[in-house]
């Protein structure tokens, strides 16, 4: 059986830049931490973020974050894009200097509707595609 | 440039302005790593170069004492400190009172990264900052801007309550104590209403482990301080502030056991004047004698005068190694393969930072 895809389209403050992938989901994340930037992978679940659409409610944690971000780009374990609820400074620098796409203010409702097997799109500068994949 | 403009839009401003002095944390090769080193020989692989005034905050002990750190430790360490000093960093700054080497006017916008340097700046000398990270504050050097936002308008700058210190702060670990308390109460500026000891090193010393302290315990960065902070405020906003005391006992929680001979000093660093000032303290105070060795951390930077060299040789006469360490912090180390003992302090920061970051045990001690 085939369920129709939904697709969503959803205006957020600011994309940064086109971006595709499938979506890893986060609460609340560290970079410095939370993410092994030799692998990619989140240290909790095991789940890799390389090449997926890291979709974060809100960051916590030290300046730190913004090396680690660069050094995941660096060893091409970066994801193509992150997107969050609330924007973050720290994030933000290391996006920029890692080359990495951003989303932020993304609404909370869409933020609860998503899930690891969706699909993102982000089209800047402020639209974000979700298309529901999961059933 | 360009993420000082992202990151300024992210916080609602609307423009950059220009800053006079940046300051840089996350120096030490304990917190950024490899990663870290990565970024910063890109930045000198592009030629990037500061435009203003900018000093960096200490590094790690790896360099200090190279002997008790793997090789990689120590010469990644110092590679952090050519690749800074090579963007145009001042070659002996690595302190965190950066204030020391260039004290800020009033009204001036600076970008400086060091939560205690950041709250000394506003709270005390009438500067304006934000707690920049310490990648942005290097970028904003090299930009010599920063995005206009949080503590450099005036709105921002405001108190949302009063709070009424019953205790006068008479000592370091007093000021601490108080500090520590604040912030922990404080979610806004307060405007803050204490008694400080009239000598001026004092009470700079004082003022600035109470200021370190309340960052420790809350994202601060500024604290109202009555006749201390120079911005004016208006009495009837003042007046409709909601108040809350602080006595004696609050205060005294704080105060632990002493857990060790050592003890460290100068967090945030000392200048001569505090240290001179500290050195008499325990030439004359009784609470010296449980001690038989003193840390003190200095700018990197930092002669010792013949008064002071004398104060040291009678402290030993009388059974009180001092070492001085110039440039760096203990807190940004890893101490579990330098100190066999816990350390006592009178610093609230040092207290609160070094289990958790040095990763050896601290206790706050009523000693100066």
Redesign the interface.
């Known amino acids: 059986m085939l369920s129709s895809e939904r697709v969503v389209e959803v205006k957020v403050r ?1 994309v ?1 830049g086109y971006a595709r992938g499938e979506v890893v989901k986060v609460w609340r994340l560290s970079f410095l931490g939370d993410v092994d ?1 030799e692998t990619g992978r989140l240290r909790e679940s095991g789940k890799s973020i390389d090449g997926k659409i890291l979709v974060v409610h809100s960051f916590r944690g ?3 974050g ?3 971000i ?2 995941l780009a ?1 060893r091409k374990r970066a994801p193509n894009a992150i997107v969050s609820v609330n ?4 994030v ?2 290391g996006c ?2 890692g080359g990495i796409p951003f989303a ?1 203010g993304l609404p909370e409702e869409i933020y609860e509707l998503l899930e690891d097997c969706d699909v993102l799109e982000l089209r800047p500068p402020n639209t974000v595609v979700v298309r529901k994949r999961c059933r | 440039m ?2 000082l403009v ?2 300024g ?3 609602g401003a609307e423009r950059l302005i220009p800053v006079s002095h940046a300051h840089v ?2 120096i030490s090769i304990f ?6 080193v ?2 910063l020989e890109k930045l000198v692989s592009m030629n990037a170069r500061v435009r203003v005034y900018t000093t960096a905050n200490p590094y790690s002990m790896a360099i200090e004492i190279p002997q008790f750190f793997d090789e990689k430790i120590v010469a990644l360490q110092r590679r952090v400190v050519e690749l800074l000093t090579a963007m145009g960093i001042d070659e002996s700054s690595f302190t965190c009172i950066p204030y020391a080497l260039r004290r800020p006017g009033y009204g001036e916008h600076l970008a400086w ?1 060091e939560s205690s340097a950041v709250i000394y700046a506003n709270s005390v000398l009438g500067a304006r900052t934000n707690r920049e ?4 504050a290097l ?1 904003a050097g090299i930009a010599g801007r920063t995005y206009e936002a949080g503590m450099h308008l005036d709105e921002n700058r405001r108190p949302s309550l009063r709070i009424l210190v019953e205790v006068p702060a008479t000592s370091i670990w007093i000021a601490s104590a108080i500090g520590l308390y604040v912030g922990s109460v404080s979610k806004d500026i307060p405007f803050v209403s204490m008694g400080i000891d009239r000598d001026p090193v004092a009470a700079r010393l004082y003022l600035k482990n109470f200021l370190a302290s309340v960052a420790t315990t809350s994202s601060l960065p500024m604290v109202f301080i009555e006749n201390v902070t120079p911005e004016r405020i208006d009495e009837k906003e003042l007046a409709s502030l909601e108040r809350v005391s602080i006595d004696r006992k609050e205060i005294e929680n704080y105060i632990e056991e002493r857990c060790s001979s050592t003890l460290l000093l100068g967090c945030p660093h000392l200048d001569l004047d505090e240290v001179r000032y500290v050195l008499r303290k325990l030439l004359t105070n009784e609470v010296s004698k449980f001690f038989n060795h003193v840390m003190i951390f200095v700018p990197r930077r930092f002669e010792v005068s013949d008064d002071v060299r004398n104060l040291i040789i009678e402290l030993k006469r009388r059974g009180l190694e001092v070492a001085l360490f110039r440039g760096c912090c203990p807190v940004v180390t890893d101490l579990r393969n330098v100190v066999v003992e816990p350390l006592a302090t009178v610093h609230g920061k040092a207290r609160h930072y070094i289990p958790k970051l040095a990763g050896v045990p601290c206790c706050l001690v009523n000693a100066l």
């Open positions: 600011r940064s930037p030290s300046t730190v913004t090396y680690v660069y050094a660096s924007p973050d400074p720290v933000i620098a920029i200097l932020y | 360009k993420v992202e990151v839009e992210a916080l944390s996350g917190n950024i790593g490899v990663s870290g990565e970024l990264a990270g310490g990648i942005v970028l």
